[in-house]
């Protein structure tokens, strides 16, 4: 089966970094994804990592180990738009037809104060 | 614009009212997929589709039905809606070999009374 943990609520000030967490225990891995998710929005795609490290996208770095199951999403100079659920997904595996199933976790909410 | 449509946004019904919520995408995508989002849940798929007239179950299938006869459309079937489906549908997309991005439709918010 799969297990993804990320924390459920975190609290951060404007122009600061936050670091959001992501652990996952999967039968199978093949990638992680990190999406947004502003109240009553959609999810957004942010990154895709695959291989071991850090991944830089403007304010936002994704970094991934695969020998510890474990992922983080780094926001960097917080702006109040940051203010978002920021969802952890990782895919287990291909299914026969090539398709790369993806399990997500339960978000974790990011409050940005001024 | 590319995007993913859904229809309706909003649905009120009552147990056992057949609905269908219709899912459309203009960017000629293979893949196509319907989560629902739960509070403490996140996102679990219902089902998804490679491309037409192929579809396979997710995690979270029973009690729905999907079709896809075209391209562009991935309709969401209910044929017989109880309050335990009550929940916030999403319809996306993908391109095969770009699977990491996921297009998302705006949502689907469903109260089965």
Redesign the interface.
């Known amino acids: 089966g799969q297990n993804i943990d990320q924390p459920t609520e975190m609290t951060a000030t404007e122009g600061a970094i936050v670091q959001i967490n992501c652990t996952y225990q999967t039968s199978g891995f093949n990638?992680l994804?990190w999406y947004q998710q502003h109240a009553?929005?959609?999810?957004?795609?942010l990154s895709?990592n695959v291989l071991d490290g850090l991944e830089e996208k403007g304010r936002f770095s994704s970094f991934l180990s695969r020998s510890k199951g474990y992922s983080y999403l780094l926001l960097k100079e917080l702006q109040m738009k940051d203010s978002a659920s920021y969802?952890c997904?990782v895919?287990p595996r291909w299914?026969s037809?090539?398709?790369?199933?993806?399990?997500?976790?339960?978000?974790t909410k990011l409050q940005v104060i001024p | 614009e590319a995007q993913v449509t859904q229809n309706p946004r909003y649905l009120i019904t009552v147990t056992g009212k057949k609905l269908t919520v219709t899912c459309s995408q203009n960017m000629n995508h293979e893949?196509m997929s319907w989560?629902r989002q739960d509070p403490?849940?996140?996102?679990?798929?219902i089902y998804?589709s490679?491309n037409v007239e192929?579809t396979?179950k997710?995690?979270v299938p029973e009690g729905y039905k999907v079709s896809r006869k075209e391209k562009r459309n991935f309709p969401l079937i209910l044929e017989s809606p109880s309050p335990n489906q009550t929940s916030l549908y999403?319809c996306a997309s993908s391109r095969?070999g770009e699977?990491?991005?996921?297009?998302?439709?705006?949502?689907t918010r469903l109260l089965v009374l």
């Open positions: 990638g994804f009553g929005e959609a999810p957004t795609f895709y969802l997904a895919s299914d037809g090539g398709y790369q199933k993806v399990t997500f976790g339960i978000g | 893949y989560y403490g849940l996140g996102l679990r798929q998804y490679m192929v396979d997710g995690d999403f095969a699977q990491e991005t996921q297009y998302f439709g705006p949502g």
